[in-house]
């Protein structure tokens, strides 16, 4: 195809070829008539250009399609949007919020956080400007992808808890994150949580990474869970660790009880949870740690690989939960660290296993 006035006779004749698609394919140039060849270069150049900047707005707005869809929802160090899909009363103090971010996603964009363990995400208090750091219970069986669960406990003087109770499906809530908390060791033979109240969420985090999340050979570690909870309207269902009969056991079950005894069902020779309830009258001892440290079948016949540094007891809860079972955080230097094995676990000398303070 041909476009252009033909100079007249006897004057230098040009022909320019244009190419649509950039690479010459036969049967697609357009042929056209110019003066000279400066004026034919420099059309050529404009052309190019101009199909070049075409084509990279169409590799632009298919890469930020993907980052859409495929990413992070968060865009750390800044706050990003998201909706309360649902929120559910478990006790007179207790909620489970279920977000979701504005951004929709294909993949689990979480999938990295779960391998590693421990991590926590930033809560915003808009009218307060403060940050307060969650943790997201594992996904249940009818969770989506992006999709993120919390359990929230309202306390007295809390400006975040008691915000975040307030809030109801369809709310706008802004976080930031993840935050990496702990990094599990690929190594672990077995593990211990002292739970207090909400500290059972990295509890349940941990069990979800080791038995779950991360891709295993075959040998499991062991988990135990001593869930401690002032009241039993917290861990309705839950068996004691007391010998109850089986009609002292309540037949309805709230969602986290319901959560922990379908991973024990799935896995019963790894996972155990013991629950204690203050109103009743049971309490976390000296004498329920070391049952809960007495080896697994699994552990004797040696089916777990053993390994130095690979007995971990952690303690989760209130600060003054963790100050009575392993003794007080220490600041140095403005950062909090660790501090010295205290409380109840200190004055049992406890050795060969690592123990952490969350």
């Given at each position: 195809m041909t476009f252009?006035?033909?100079?007249?006779p006897k004057e230098p004749q040009y022909f320019g070829v244009f190419c649509p698609l950039i690479i010459p394919i036969p049967r697609t140039e357009v042929l056209y008539w110019v003066k000279s060849v400066k004026k034919e270069k420099l059309l050529r150049a404009l052309i190019l250009i101009t199909e070049i900047v075409f084509l990279g707005s169409l590799i632009l707005g298919a890469v930020i399609e993907?980052?859409?869809?495929?990413?992070?929802?968060?865009d750390s160090p800044r706050f990003t949007k998201f909706s309360i899909v649902s929120e559910e009363t478990v006790s007179s103090t207790g909620k489970?919020?279920?977000?979701?971010?504005?951004?929709?996603t294909k993949l689990d964009p979480y999938a990295a956080y779960w391998e590693k363990g421990l991590w926590s995400v930033e809560f915003k208090q808009p009218l307060l400007q403060i940050a307060r750091s969650y943790t997201p219970l594992p996904p249940n069986?009818?969770?989506?992808?992006?999709?993120?669960?919390?359990l929230i406990r309202k306390e007295p003087n809390g400006e975040m808890s008691n915000y975040l109770f307030r809030l109801q499906a369809n709310s706008e809530i802004e976080l930031r994150?993840?935050?990496?908390?702990?990094?599990?060791?690929?190594?672990?033979?077995?593990?211990?949580?002292?739970?207090?109240?909400?500290?059972?969420?990295?509890?349940?985090?941990?069990?979800?990474?080791l038995l779950e999340a991360r891709k295993s050979d075959g040998k499991l570690p062991r988990i135990c869970i001593v869930w401690?909870?002032?009241?039993?309207?917290?861990?309705?269902?839950?068996e004691t660790y007391r010998s109850r009969s089986k009609s002292d056991i309540p037949t309805a079950k709230?969602?986290?009880v319901q959560q922990l005894q379908r991973m024990q069902q799935k896995y019963p020779e790894n996972f155990q949870v013991y629950y204690v309830v203050d109103e009743e009258g049971t309490f976390i001892n000296q004498k329920m740690i070391l049952q809960a440290m007495q080896p697994s079948s699994a552990v004797v016949s040696g089916s777990v690989t053993k390994n130095n540094d690979s007995k971990l007891l952690f303690v989760s809860g209130p600060e003054g939960f963790i100050n009575h079972f392993a003794g007080p955080k220490r600041w140095r230097n403005g950062k909090q660290e660790q501090g010295?094995?205290?409380?109840?676990?200190?004055?049992?000398?406890?050795?060969?296993?690592?123990v952490f303070k969350l």
């Open positions: 252009g006035r033909a100079p007249p993907f980052k859409s869809t495929d990413s992070s929802p968060f489970l919020l279920t977000i979701r971010p504005k951004k929709s069986e009818n969770a989506t992808n992006s999709e993120l669960r919390f994150g993840p935050h990496v908390e702990f990094d599990l060791p690929e190594i672990i033979d077995e593990v211990i949580f002292l739970a207090g109240g909400t500290g059972v969420a990295p509890a349940m985090q941990v069990a979800h990474t401690a909870n002032r009241r039993r309207e917290d861990c309705v269902g839950g709230g969602s986290m010295e094995v205290g409380g109840v676990l200190g004055y049992m000398g406890i050795k060969d296993w690592k």
